[in-house]
């Protein structure tokens, strides 16, 4: 939350961030964050998610970012 807060780059965020457990708090709204190696194991349909946006650089073939459909995801990005 602190690296969001105050990024080197953008500067102060002026909005509210907080941490609640394992997820984010951005001016009320819940984000969720997940560290998962694989990402067939990420429950992306529970979380209403429609679109992922697969920016590791490990997922960069159609086969391999497949693995996010297996978790729910409709499409991959």
């Known amino acids: 939350a602190y690296m969001l807060k ?16 394992n997820d984010l708090v951005i001016n009320g709204k819940t984000v969720k964050f ?3 190696r694989d990402p067939a194991a990420i ?6 998610a429609d679109y992922v946006v697969e ?4 997922f ?3 086969d391999k970012a497949k693995a996010h459909l297996q978790g729910g995801a409709k499409k991959v990005i």
């Open 43 to 48: 429950p992306w349909k529970e979380t209403g």
């Open 34 to 36: 997940y560290t998962e």
């Open 60 to 62: 960069t073939t159609t």
């Open 55 to 58: 920016s590791t650089g490990v």
């Open 6 to 21: 105050y990024d080197s780059t953008h500067g102060i965020f002026n909005g509210e961030i907080k941490q609640e457990g």
